[in-house]
């Protein structure tokens, strides 16, 4: 069974830029998660889908963030305009429902200049 | 509020046990979980405990959980230069079905 796949792996911009991520998940996952990991720190989320619908965004800085699963498959996780404190690891995880345990992908490591 | 604490580095050498700890304070927490992360990785599950267990075991690693005190540990037998990484303790809070994260434990694995 594939995993939790993620894209790109690395991403390198300058302050004030945009920056795309792409996360395809287990086939058949209903639940998608995005987190945020700070270097030294545990994941935080920032969003949780349920197919295609926002379950939790609480800790999404929405004024430069933005996330979407139009499809209820595959979402993609925008930052615009990027910060210096932005500068992390994005990692995409899956789950059959959002009571069940979740699988991770590889994360994308973004380094804002 | 929800809150998941680890100690930040463990170090042992290999052959002897390496004993992880980690406290929460959700009570109502029903999936307590062990992740690993290698560097540059994400992170992979190791092994979970429903909480109304005591200890589960698969082959090296032994969770340990203490519901009264909201303590689990988690115990590598063994262990090997391959088990350096930083292990992850968290819990699925059913109620909000949200899954909150420690900090992760640093283990430094001395040949």
């Known amino acids: 069974e594939a995993g939790v796949a993620q894209s790109p792996r690395y991403k390198i911009i300058e302050k004030r830029q945009s920056v795309a991520f792409w996360c395809n998940p287990i086939?058949?996952?209903?639940?998608l998660y995005w987190y945020q990991q700070i270097l030294g720190q545990g994941p935080k989320l920032l969003i949780q889908?349920?197919?295609?619908?926002?379950?939790?965004d609480s800790q999404l800085p929405k004024d430069r963030f933005s996330a979407e699963r139009l499809k209820g498959v595959d979402s993609t996780l925008k930052i615009q305009p990027a910060k210096l404190e932005d500068s992390a690891v994005y990692l995409c995880a899956s789950s059959l429902a959002s009571s069940d345990t979740q699988y991770f992908g590889p994360g994308t490591r973004l380094t804002v200049l | 509020g929800e809150d998941v604490e680890q100690s930040l580095f463990l170090s042992v050498r290999e052959g002897d046990s390496s004993v992880i700890n980690c406290t929460y304070t959700d009570s109502s927490s029903t999936y307590l979980y062990w992740y690993k992360q290698e560097p540059g990785a994400g992170l992979q599950l190791l092994t979970y405990i429903f909480s109304n267990m005591d200890m589960k075991q698969d082959q090296r690693l032994t969770v340990l959980l203490n519901k009264k005190d909201k303590h689990l540990s988690l115990r590598i037998a063994d262990t090997q230069t391959g088990d350096s990484a930083i292990y992850f303790c968290?819990?699925?809070?059913?109620?909000?079905?949200?899954?909150?994260f420690g900090a992760g434990t640093r283990l430094f694995v001395k040949a």
């Open positions: 086939s058949g996952h209903a639940t």
């Open positions: 889908f349920q197919n295609n619908g926002v379950v939790d």
């Open positions: 968290a819990e699925l809070n059913t109620g909000g079905f949200k899954t909150i």
